[in-house]
């Protein structure tokens, strides 16, 4: 018989797949194509470099990056075997401060805070990320945020009227649209154009007034916005013959109420 050293040599590894979601409906496909970082989200509009900094309002366009140390090729450090493997981001090359992104979905909006945190895990590095209700905050170094930012505004990933940057007084995104289904907003960072149909953006994620509008397309069609849900619900997809989300959400649950009451229950699972 071979002995076990010798058959570890000959075995063959396969390559490692990502698994990002079951299912085989629009919706399972939806959260697959967001999470998987091979997949090209389709742009939609264009947002200049420019604009993307002035709705962030984190600096002025054309200014320069602020920072909290010097970039990582001046600094003098003792040898770490981890920063030689990990290739750092490059804000976090530069020394920029980390800053943030916020964005509110609706309920019918084409992403949701939900998704958009395994979103951005899977796609991006150097990321802190938290989820609320209706919002999910970003925070990166301050020239990573801008570069995530812009194709997440461009691509069909947002929808000019129902996901918004914002970050003071968020609340309001869940049912109360307005007459062109707009998310209420108590700050009214964006209106109708009636005259060009586009969405405008009269402040920026702070709420602090713009000295000049900045357009973000046309709302999307209601007929478009089908084939971007994510979510299942009984006017899109319905949540039917999910047996395996079922199973796995039970065990989930199972493992962590018995492992926190009393771990020796586990054992049989």
């Avoid at 020394?95 to 916020?102: A, E, S, T």
């Avoid at 289904?181 to 154009?193: A, I, Q, S, W």
């Avoid at 602090?208 to 299942?232: E, H, S, W």
Wanted: proline share 6%.
């Amino acid at each position: 018989m071979m002995p076990m050293a010798e058959r570890r040599k000959i075995k063959q590894v396969k390559e490692y797949t990502r698994q990002f979601y079951p299912g085989s409906d629009g919706s399972s496909f939806r959260r697959r194509k967001l999470m998987n970082p091979e997949k090209r989200l389709i742009k939609i509009r264009h947002i200049p470099d420019d604009y993307v900094v002035t709705l962030l309002g984190h600096r002025a366009a054309g200014g320069l990056y602020s920072s909290i140390h010097p970039p990582l090729d001046e600094l003098m450090e003792k040898f770490d075997p981890i920063k030689e493997l990990v290739v750092p981001s490059p804000g976090a090359k530069e020394g920029d401060r980390m800053k943030y992104v916020q964005f509110v979905d609706s309920m019918k909006a084409p992403l949701g805070p939900w998704l958009r945190a395994r979103t951005y895990f899977n796609r991006f590095r150097g990321v802190d990320t938290i989820i609320y209700a209706e919002k999910e905050l970003l925070e990166m170094r301050e020239r990573d945020v801008e570069e995530v930012v812009k194709p997440f505004i461009e691509t069909e990933a947002f929808d000019s009227v129902r996901t918004s940057l914002r970050t003071i007084d968020p609340e309001g995104h869940s049912h109360r649209l307005d007459e062109v289904e707009n998310m209420f907003d108590v700050r009214r960072r964006t209106t109708l154009d009636f005259d060009s149909g586009h969405i405008v953006a009269l402040k920026d994620m702070d709420a602090n007034t713009l000295d000049k509008p900045i357009t973000l397309g046309f709302p999307v069609d209601k007929i478009d916005l089908q084939g971007l849900n994510v979510m299942y619900r009984n006017d899109y997809h319905t949540y039917k013959g999910r047996t395996e989300i079922f199973m796995f959400h039970d065990r989930l649950c199972l493992l962590r109420i018995l492992g926190g009451f009393k771990p020796d229950l586990l054992n049989d699972m």
